[in-house]
């Protein structure tokens, strides 16, 4: 053996990367599940106790000490490397996040605990036993002071729990390649290379980590959607992700599927020229809110007649996704680039609260489902109260309102409250097969007629004057519940209630 | 973490808290200052001088109000709408509005003490009258009661609580609540909604506001002798949960522990918003500034009125009316009227009033309040939920481990859920028997860090988002209902007019309310009208 002496450095970094991994699974875990005591208590019970099974073990191994020991040190290094971010992976995506997370730290601590009592082993012949239980454990002590310093004063603050991980895991191959220098002399050649190549292997997947830290999240998402991912950002409100597949491009926000290339056309047409059909005469004024995607404005842009389009999305992310995806862009006609479109980026609902505009003829209402409070209130009377400043006697309004075969409750407590704010309200569906059946509500401020027929002179791949009519009729399985629904106010959001509890039974 | 933090935590937080957040010691410190209410009153007052005003320095009203509280602003809005014009109202501050002050943001206005006001009852017609003036109301329900317009009745979620690493919906804990957890809660409510429809021989109301119109039956007013916390134990009610339900009720309308609390008014705190058994309580009407919209109102209507920095020193009864010395900036000036509405709070009384310890119709000693501290945090963005499925920010949001109440979100009842916003931050000095002595001897930073220690337990990336804390230091915040106060009679005496002096301040309710303040100053101003046409 080469310098036994730089050997004890080896024991000190070991015992600093073992702490820090353990820190770190403590941190992580009481970031995400809180109550910090009983993290860090059962994080440093599970883990001291791993480390005795693993001091146990390593009676177990009688050959090729050292070459285990290196061995073992890469381990530490890949699993205690990639922990943080494996258990911030898990805990998004997995619902047994305490068993990876326990599994993890026993792991990492077994392994750290085979490796002191090999490398006394693996020294026991230069040195007395007095003189090496005294170093290796002072060497070891020593090392968990220097981690428990570090950890909270430099590494938390400057390089965040992921980077934390990696760089410990690097750090912690680097020295089991140096040894494999260091103990030369006790390891046949060719294992010695092999070691080494499995070192250099282990680095450079750490090391991939570390560049790509930010992408993980996207890392994950790739397995999550079965199309290829093609373009994916966090915005300040959601995240977007578009992804490419055989039948065409897909949008999803938070991972709900808002479109498919495919047959939105179907859902923008309903969406849109019913609109169009209530409105007598010529619709010159357009207001959208929502429809950030800028299909709704390209089916609105289809009639000469209109002059205006203000559009109201709460996220400028959305509209620019667009640009930075060409076959977006194509696919709305480049909406936002004619002249007559107007884009605010604001919650519509202080919109209302706060702007004041003429009124618009035609108002086309373009929202997620109402799947949280922020969502729910978009749906309030309130809200449509606020619209009205905004309409005028004959103004037209379309809203999509979630599938009323999925979420009739819900569908049905729209058109209820739509009511209770004074409008007449005619529903409609239609069936888009990237969603199933899909609900809409067509609404004016004073009585109408349903309109029979969509507008003349428009370029239409779906609604026809043959089946116009059919869209505002319901099979039993979708029409108005027989018993009393909610209005969905500010003040009880009975709507999100009734589509969290509709939903949730598709939910796995 | 020095001695002095772990000391200043423990003292706030209690032990494991403190322990816990050695580790998190602030990395950085946002902007800030203390806020408000002057000291300089106290000094003075103390020094027991006489005051010589200048003879050319003297005017005549008919009436004086001392306060521009919500009291006092309620008794200037009805003397103006008698048609009595020859009034003015004297405020210490630099802004009239007292415990029910607030500030106007960038974004939205935020509250610095008082935010919300229940729907009133429909026999409440004085305040149906100031709501429909302010057009808050929508009319009236088949019942006749009044219906509050949809965009000031609290937006859900109203509340949510912190526990163990999660939020809940709601205050009451029910995660993980027991079988008998259940069953006392139920009883709990039981006894609650005997109490909701109990009416006395005259038919009245054993718990409704304002307490002037409550029962006097001994049956109630025996419920005055003991705390609360002892009549959750003659009832059995032990379950821990639905003790800090109770508590966190007291410490929030009260500022007192439920071990400090009269029973008679913690059951008032649950009874006299129900209009009967099987209803949900009143609704609240909430605007970002909180309260501060009904000074706003009022200032519209008698702003021109108030004048502010106008320290009283000094009240003098004469033999026809009432002389009122008034410091600004070193200068006394006096203002001779015929009566005073002594808006201000009532303890305060043998200091200003002359002659008043001689022969002191009450004891305004009796009268105490306790101290709160009031933090408004700027933030930058909204704390990030710790995973997807947490329960969302709501408006009022507490933690359960904390002798904080939490916090209330500014921009909630706007709608406005995205981005910055601006957080109010309640901690009633409760735990201490020396609360305001305590609290006076912490400074900007100190409260600071209390404050943000606290929040980070539910919100590790409080430290980051906060840009600015602003800290009111209310010495004098509420009055406390402890036990043998409220129905000792002592009130009954307060409100009677001691020479030609009307009390009027929410003290007098025995509760820190602002109906009781309202009715108080509107009860005042009529005693005055009505000498007036008598
Ligand atoms: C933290 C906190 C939260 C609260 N929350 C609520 C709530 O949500 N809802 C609710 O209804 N109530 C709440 N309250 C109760 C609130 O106190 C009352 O609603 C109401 O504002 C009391 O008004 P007031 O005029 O009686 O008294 P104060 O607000 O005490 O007004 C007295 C006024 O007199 C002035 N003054 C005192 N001495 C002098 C002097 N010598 N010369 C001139 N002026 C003087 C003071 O500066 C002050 O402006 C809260 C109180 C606190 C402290």
Redesign the interface.
Known sequence: MRRPSLLFLNVIIIATCGLIYELLAATVSSYVLGDSVTQFSLIIGVYLSAMGVGSYLSRFIDKDIAERFIEIELAVAIIGGLSAPLLFLSFAYLSYFGIVLYTLVFIVGTLVGLEIPLLMRILKDKLDFKELVSRVLALDYAGALVASLLFPIFLVPRLGLNRTSLVFGILNAGVGIWATWLLEPMIPTRKLTLLRVKGFIVVVILAIGLIKADSLTTLAEDGLFVDNVIYAKSSEYQRIVVTKGKVGYSLFLNGNLQFNSFDEYRYHEALVHPGFAAFNGDAKRVLILGGGDGLAAREVLKYKTVEQVQLVDLDPAMTQVAYSVPALGELNKHAFEDPRVQVTNTDAFVWLDNVSTEPFDVVIIDFPDPNNFALGKLYTTRFYNLLKQKLKPDSAVVIQTTSPLIARQSFWCVMKTLEASGYTVKPFQTSVPSFGIWGYALAKLQPFDTPTKPPENVELRFLNNETFASLFEFPSDTSKPDFDLEINRLDNQALVRYYETEWRRFEQ | MNLSRRELLTTFLGA?LAL?AC?ESP?RFPDGDIVGQSAELGHILRENRTFQVPADNWETKRVAIIGGGIAGLSAAWQLRRDGVDDFVVLELEKEAGGTSSSTQGPIVGYPWAAHYLPVPFKENVDLISLLNEMSLLDGVDVNGEPVGK??F??????ERVFF???WYEGLYLHAGESDEDKRQYAEFQRLVDIWVNWRDAAGKRAFVVPVEQCSTDVEFTQLDKITFADWLSQNGLTSERLHWYCDYACRDDYGLKVDQTSAWAGLFYFCSRVRKSGVESQ?FLTVPEGNGQFVNHFLTKVGDKVRRSQMVVSVVPTENGVEVITLRNGELRGIRCKDLIYAAPIFTAPYIIRGFQNDAPFNAAAFQHNAWFVANLQLKDRPKP???KDF?LAWDNVIYESPSLGYVTATHQ??????PTVLTYYYPMCHDPVGRTTLFNYDWKQLTDVCLSDLSRAH?DIYELTTRIDIMRWGHAMISPRPNFIHSGIRERAIKPYRNIHFAHTDLGGIALFEEAFYHGLRAADVILVGDRG
């Open positions: 494991p816990a580790r990395r949809e965009q009745l609290c937006r859900e979620p109203e163990k690493g999660r609704p710790r995973f997807a969302p706007k709608g406005i859920d995205y981005g590790t």
